[in-house]
């Protein structure tokens, strides 16, 4: 039976060197307190020291220092650890270095001072696709000896690329080329885990615990059942307790009997939804929300982008939007009035509904299911989405895309190997320049000032997307604001180009190489460059 604790013991139960299992993304399923104990422990008497920190999704918070600093600011209380940019992966780094020695995730951007750590190689910093993360906790936690899957294959993940690793002090193999049956695949070996870091909304007297108020269903059963199965602990906090045999059995997500410890939180503001929500009833199918009152996108270049991007979806689609501007999109299908001709997802496991944009990116308003990640990205993996649109980082000449690592900027791919290298139609969205002026309008676009930032280089930095291990029959676009990009023969082709803008000195001029260019090259839709639309049903058609 698990056992109710402080926050304070649980961190004193963590020993040097331990294996540490995450569940979660961004801030749901996110232990705050326990993570917080600590950090305070070892910057008291340098232990634990040395752990490995293993986790499948960003475990973060993108407040601090950027554009989402001041969101949802009303609904924050508290003092400095309760404030935007601190919270999530980011205070095991505040600890200073030598608390963590070892840092495997498919995401690692959103926590700040551990990116400064893996920097100066203070730790090892390794990045592997957020799909085969989750999924190997399955894996462990059935005895078998690991993953085999195509999915990394002529990415950095790749062993005769990168192996993953994301610095130089990083040298552990973590993952393998095999031969199985006259094809090639990657082999991911499973691996000893000492304790798993979880959290819940409601835990019972026999430490059952419920998910009740989290937006979405984590894979922390997968982590605590590959924990327990490993000889290692298990600690879930909680917002809530309850009496024992008063939740319903179907709520229950880790049964108590996985559950070694557990800590009610102190302060329930240490138990957020979402990085930009403490709780939205409409994210965890409390209540359905009038989807009128969502807002809709600013009348600008990135809508635009959107809305070229929605032309490619039909009627029936079960189509996945990644972080970033493609969450956006789901803004553009709601304005439109389309939500129900098209079926929306994230890869947390929301099904259905309204995808969230960053600050709460994973969660989704009125989303018909929510399924465990686990579960969708088997659905992913197996070819089972329609269509995906994910983002652009760098963009070469064999259409390889990196979102990844940007110079000495380290992000990881999370979930966009796993989902590029499986959809059979996906569109990469992001402007052709960054930091250009530009005004969008009357059914043209035109270039104020020209960004500094060009994003179509003639060799990418790292490769997240392999346009050379593209299968033949996948149909991959690349969508800005100016132009439109087609991967044919494994080249990068330019298909259309936006009205009002000059090819040479608008397109080629700001790419580090010149593209094909098709020969039937064709002017993008007009009316998604003025600020009323009404196009998208009739190419849902």
């Not at 552990?172 to 094809?183: A, S, T």
């Not at 009740?212 to 490993?230: L, P, Q, T």
Request: with cysteine; hydrophobic share 40%.
């Amino acid at each position: 039976m698990a056992k109710f604790i402080t926050a304070k013991e649980a961190a004193e139960l963590i020993p040097d060197g331990a294996t540490v299992g995450l569940a979660g993304m961004g801030l749901s399923g996110w232990a705050e307190e326990i993570a917080c104990a600590i950090r305070d422990r070892y910057q008291e008497t340098g232990h634990p020291k040395g752990l490995h920190l293993k986790q499948g999704s960003a475990m973060g918070d993108w407040g601090y220092g950027n554009q989402f600093v001041g969101w949802n600011r009303s609904r924050r209380e508290g003092g400095p650890d309760t404030e935007h940019g601190n919270r999530g992966a980011t205070r095991f780094g505040e600890a200073g270095p030598g608390l963590i020695a070892k840092w495997t995730s498919a995401h690692v951007g959103s926590a700040f001072t551990l990116c400064d750590q893996a920097r100066k190689n203070e730790l090892e910093s390794y990045c592997l696709p957020q799909g085969v993360i989750i999924n190997l906790w399955r894996e462990i936690g059935a005895g078998r000896p690991g993953l085999l899957t195509k999915v990394g294959l002529g990415t950095f993940v790749d062993p005769r690329v990168e192996g993953g690793r994301m610095n130089e002090c990083a040298k552990d193999e973590l993952v393998k080329v095999v031969n199985f049956e006259g094809e090639e695949y990657l082999f991911y070996p499973a691996f000893k885990c000492d304790v798993a870091l979880l959290r819940g909304t409601i835990a019972d007297e026999n430490g059952n615990i419920s998910f009740a108020r989290e937006s979405v269903i984590n894979e922390g059963f997968a982590v605590a059942n590959a924990v327990k199965n490993s000889g290692g602990i298990v600690i879930v906090q909680v917002e809530y307790l309850a009496k024992k045999e008063t939740l319903p059995a179907k709520e229950i997500k880790i049964p108590g009997k996985l559950v070694d410890y557990v800590v009610q939180a102190q302060d329930p503001k240490s138990c957020w939804q979402a990085e930009g929500d403490y709780w939205e009833p409409a994210f965890s199918g409390e209540i359905r929300k009038p989807l009128t009152s969502i807002e809709p996108l600013p009348f600008d270049e990135r809508k635009v982008i959107c809305r070229r991007c929605a032309m490619e979806l039909k009627k029936g689609d079960l189509i996945n939007l990644g972080v970033g501007m493609p969450a956006d999109i789901a803004k553009v299908v709601n304005e439109e009035g389309l939500t129900e001709e098209v079926t929306m997802s994230t890869e947390s496991g929301m099904v259905g509904g309204v995808p969230s944009a960053l600050p709460s990116f994973g969660s989704a308003y009125n989303p018909e299911a929510i399924i465990t990640p686990n579960e969708m990205f088997d659905l992913i993996s197996g070819g089972g989405l329609s269509m995906t649109c994910l983002g652009i980082g760098e963009v070469d000449k064999d259409g390889n895309n990196n979102v990844s690592r940007m110079g000495s900027r380290l992000t990881g791919p999370g979930g966009f190997i796993d989902i590029s290298s499986t959809t059979p139609k996906v569109i990469f969205a992001g402007t052709l320049v960054g930091k250009a002026k530009v005004k969008v309008g009357d059914g043209k676009l035109e270039i104020l000032e020209e960004g500094t930032i060009k994003k179509f280089v003639d060799k990418v930095g790292q490769i997240t997307f392999s346009g050379q291990y593209a299968p033949d029959d996948q149909e991959v676009l690349y969508v800005t604001e100016r132009a439109v990009f087609k991967l044919i023969d494994h080249k990068l082709t330019l298909i259309e180009i936006a009205p009002g803008i000059d090819l040479e000195r608008d397109v080629i001029a700001q790419m580090g190489f010149r593209p094909e260019i098709a020969p039937d090259l064709k002017v993008m839709d007009p009316a998604i460059f003025r600020e009323k639309w009404g196009g998208l049903a009739a190419t849902l058609k």
